[in-house]
């Protein structure tokens, strides 16, 4: 089956289109594909003429529900990566630097978020995050990442902003202990936030652009 087929399929399952119908409009699944509306209500066809999905076209939002032949494609996908997996602990991705907006650094940089840190994985993270793009082929191994459990590192509520549920996953670029954090509620991105005791771009001599490789823990 073509992956961009089974990469929207898996996007509707992690929605709940494996057990029930789930609202969703062409709209949201463009913003979880990262594509436009247009693009997104062409590939829910595309996915209805494979017989991969199935909706029902209510009086007020369509709702999508993947069929047994589509479940049946996304467990060969599945044996497929289990197969790659199931004999090792870490998954590597491969990216380049980018410049990041300074909110990880923000972020990590709180009392709360340090402390647990420090506590789950052994060291206290610099007050900034390494960005890296992830290349589009290895996209699916992020989404692994995504989908193991990792360290937790609990919200909180300050000064009547709310911070959320962190996952943290051990890493290492280059022998350097670091992890990378990923928002429970994370939205589909292609960049991850590393962080680490060190400044990496400086410890590593990084700059954007630079191309490096992020051993994941899993």
């Given at each position: 089956?073509?992956?961009?087929?089974?990469?929207?399929?898996?996007?509707?399952?992690?929605?709940?289109?494996?057990?029930?119908?789930v609202?969703?409009?062409?709209?949201?699944?463009?913003d979880?594909?990262?594509?436009?509306?247009?693009?997104?209500?062409?590939?829910?066809?595309?996915?209805?003429?494979?017989?991969?999905?199935?909706?029902?076209?209510?009086?007020?939002?369509?709702?999508?529900?993947?069929?047994p032949k589509?479940?049946?494609?996304?467990?060969?996908?599945?044996?497929?990566?289990?197969?790659?997996?199931?004999?090792?602990?870490?998954?590597?991705?491969?990216?380049?630097?980018?410049?990041?907006?300074?909110?990880?650094?923000?972020?990590?940089?709180?009392?709360r978020?340090?402390?647990?840190?420090?506590?789950?994985l052994?060291?206290?993270?610099?007050?900034?995050?390494?960005?890296?793009?992830?290349?589009?082929?290895?996209?699916?191994k992020?989404?692994?990442?995504?989908?193991?459990?990792?360290?937790?590192?609990?919200?909180?509520?300050?000064?009547?902003?709310?911070?959320?549920?962190?996952?943290?996953?051990p890493?290492k670029?280059?022998?350097?202990?670091?992890?990378?954090?990923?928002?429970?509620?994370?939205?589909y991105?292609?960049?991850i936030?590393?962080?680490?005791?060190?400044?990496l771009?400086?410890?590593?001599?990084?700059?954007?652009?630079?191309?490096?490789?992020?051993?994941?823990k899993?």
């Amino acid at each position: 089956m073509d992956s961009k087929f089974t990469f929207a399929l898996r996007k509707i399952a992690m929605l709940g289109g494996l057990e029930d119908y789930v609202a969703l409009s062409s709209r949201e699944l463009g913003d979880t594909l990262d594509m436009s509306q247009q693009s997104a209500s062409k590939r829910i066809l595309e996915l209805l003429d494979d017989n991969l999905i199935t909706r029902d076209l209510g009086a007020r939002r369509q709702r999508i529900k993947i069929t047994p032949k589509g479940v049946e494609e996304l467990k060969v996908e599945y044996y497929e990566y289990k197969k790659i997996f199931e004999l090792a602990d870490q998954v590597v991705l491969h990216g380049a630097i980018t410049e990041g907006m300074g909110e990880g650094g923000y972020y990590i940089c709180q009392p709360r978020y340090m402390e647990q840190i420090e506590a789950a994985l052994g060291f206290r993270p610099f007050e900034g995050t390494l960005n890296v793009i992830v290349d589009k082929e290895d996209m699916p191994k992020l989404e692994i990442v995504r989908g193991s459990t990792g360290h937790r590192i609990s919200g909180f509520i300050q000064d009547g902003r709310s911070f959320g549920n962190v996952i943290a996953h051990p890493a290492k670029i280059h022998n350097v202990e670091c992890a990378i954090v990923i928002p429970e509620r994370s939205h589909y991105s292609n960049v991850i936030e590393i962080i680490c005791q060190y400044h990496l771009r400086r410890t590593l001599k990084l700059d954007n652009g630079d191309r490096i490789d992020v051993k994941i823990k899993i």
